[in-house]
C-alpha cells in the first residue's frame, strides 16, 4: 500500500501575513531616517559648524567676532560682527575656498538622497510583492549613500580646519549632522537586513496532515 498524503485545511497563500515586528521596524527606520534629514537639513542650512578663538567657520561664511563685556557680574562674550564674508579664503588657510564648497555640496546631496530613499521607503509600504521588495531596497542603498556621502563631507571638513579644530570648538549644528551621518549608516543597514529575517511565526491556517 502507498501512503497518499492529504491536505487538510486552507491552502497557503503566497505571502504571509505582516507581522507586527516587522511593521514595528520598519516604521521605526523611516521614522529615524526622516528624522536625521531633518537634523542633516538644519546643519547644513545653518553651516555655523567650527569656532576657533575669535573665528567662526562654516560652510557658507567666514565670521570674525569680536568681544563684548556682559552687564552680568562682569561676564565676557563674543557677538558676530559684521566682517563676516563669503571668500572663505581669507580665512587664511590653504584650500579652504575650494574645500568648503566642495564640502557643503556633497553633504547637501546626501540630503538630496536620503529624501529619495526616505521617499522610497514609505511607497514600499503601500505596495506588494516584487515591487515593494525593489523600493524597499533602493531606498536603503540611496540612505547608506547620503551617509557615505555625509561622512566624507565631514571628514573634508575636519582635515581642512584640523588645526583650529577642537573637542569643545564644533557647535551644535556639527554634531546635528554627525549624529544625522552615524544615523543614515544604521538605518541603511538596518533596512538592507529587515529583508533577511525569517518569519517568526508559521503562516496561520496552514496544517498538514497524513
Known amino acids: 500500500m502507498t501512503a497518499i498524503k492529504i491536505r487538510v485545511g486552507a491552502v497557503p497563500r503566497g505571502k504571509s501575513t505582516p507581522l507586527f515586528l516587522d511593521l514595528f521596524c520598519r516604521s521605526l527606520i523611516i521614522l529615524c531616517t526622516f528624522l536625521s534629514v531633518i537634523l542633516s537639513s538644519i546643519a547644513v542650512c545653518d553651516g555655523h559648524w567650527l569656532l576657533a578663538g575669535r573665528h567662526m567657520f562654516g560652510l557658507w561664511y567666514f565670521c570674525s567676532l569680536e568681544e563684548q563685556q556682559g552687564s552680568v557680574l562682569g561676564s565676557q562674550s563674543f557677538k558676530a560682527s559684521s566682517n563676516c564674508t563669503r571668500h572663505l579664503e581669507e580665512a587664511g588657510v590653504d584650500g579652504l575656498g575650494v574645500g568648503l564648497p566642495a564640502c557643503r555640496s556633497v553633504i547637501a546631496l546626501a540630503v538630496v538622497s536620503a529624501i529619495f530613499g526616505l521617499e522610497l521607503l514609505v511607497m514600499s509600504q503601500a505596495s506588494e510583492g516584487r515591487d515593494s521588495s525593489r523600493r524597499w531596497t533602493f531606498g536603503a542603498r540611496l540612505v547608506l549613500l547620503a551617509g557615505g556621502m555625509a561622512a566624507g563631507g565631514i571628514a573634508t571638513f575636519v582635515l ?51
Open 160 to 210: 581642512l580646519l584640523g588645526a583650529f579644530a577642537t573637542l569643545l570648538g564644533f557647535t551644535l549644528t556639527f554634531w546635528c549632522q554627525f549624529t544625522a551621518t552615524f544615523l543614515f549608516f544604521l538605518n541603511g543597514m538596518a533596512a538592507r537586513h529587515i529583508q533577511h529575517i525569517e518569519p517568526l511565526l508559521p503562516f496561520s491556517g496552514h496544517s498538514d496532515k497524513l
